[in-house]
């Protein structure tokens, strides 16, 4: 099984910019894309960014696009959310997770169990 460790959030203030990692500890099947998820307390976990990694097709959700952009480095089996802008509802725990390509077109069917710790991002005024 493929384990997924995202890395590389932080305090930021508004305006301010962050790059996540998602680094796999193996190979992941080309049947899958790779999505970036958010979720704050008390709120459900919501899909924001996935990636093709074998097209390099992407899909952002409305609320971050123009803000935030999605790249891969396969050889480093790695996905980065390149995160500018930030504001304040940005604040969240950020994890990414294999996903049906699906996603690609906002429809999020991602497919991990152990969703580990994720990353916390926090955007400060």
């Known amino acids: 099984e493929v384990e997924l460790v995202e890395s590389g959030g932080g305090l930021v203030q508004t305006g301010g910019s962050l790059t996540l990692s998602c680094t796999a500890s193996?190979?992941?099947?080309?049947?899958?894309?790779i999505g970036w998820f958010r979720q704050v307390p008390g709120k459900e976990r919501e899909g924001i960014s996935c990636i093709s990694r074998s097209e390099g097709s992407t899909y952002v959700t409305d609320s971050v696009e123009g803000r935030f952009t999605i790249s891969s480095d396969n050889a480093k089996h790695t996905v980065y959310l390149h995160m500018n802008s930030l504001k304040l509802e940005d604040t969240a725990t950020y994890y990414c997770?294999?996903?049906?390509?699906?996603?690609?077109?906002?429809?999020?069917?991602?497919?991990?169990?152990?969703w580990g710790q994720g990353t916390q991002v926090t955007v400060s005024s």
């Open positions: 193996g190979s992941i099947t080309d049947d899958y894309a």
């Open positions: 997770a294999p996903a049906a390509l699906a996603c690609l077109l906002g429809h999020w069917d991602p497919r991990r169990d152990d």
